[in-house]
């Protein structure tokens, strides 16, 4: 199994109501993709309330193989919906590996 991590701030310019809007509609973006691309096994999406962190959302996704990740990346409706969240974030991290 191959777990695909990956945490954005919410651009700076964004209102409060507007990053929650932002956080709502990326989850929706994204788990449109679980529905339709081949080999996700898993896939959350959480906006922080915290304070501390250092990141304002994350996608937590789990895929039956590199493969998998690989065609997820490249399905249409994940490249709308990265283009969405490129739009309204900024600082993206990424980390991939393998585990259970």
Not at 9 to 15: A, D, M, Q, T, V
Not at 74 to 93: F, G, I, K
Request: with cysteine.
């Amino acid at each position: 199994m191959v777990n695909h991590v990956v945490m954005w701030k919410f651009r700076e310019e964004l209102s409060e109501e507007e990053r929650k809007t932002a956080g709502e509609t990326i989850r929706q973006k994204l788990y449109a993709v679980k529905d339709v691309a081949e080999g996700v096994l898993r896939l959350e999406v959480c906006v922080s309330t915290f304070p501390s962190s250092n990141r304002d959302i994350a996608l937590f996704s789990s895929f039956e193989s590199e493969e998998a990740l690989q065609a997820y990346q490249v399905h249409p409706v994940h490249l709308q919906a990265r283009e969405y969240v490129r739009s309204v974030t900024c600082d993206r991290v990424c980390f991939d590996f393998y585990g259970e």
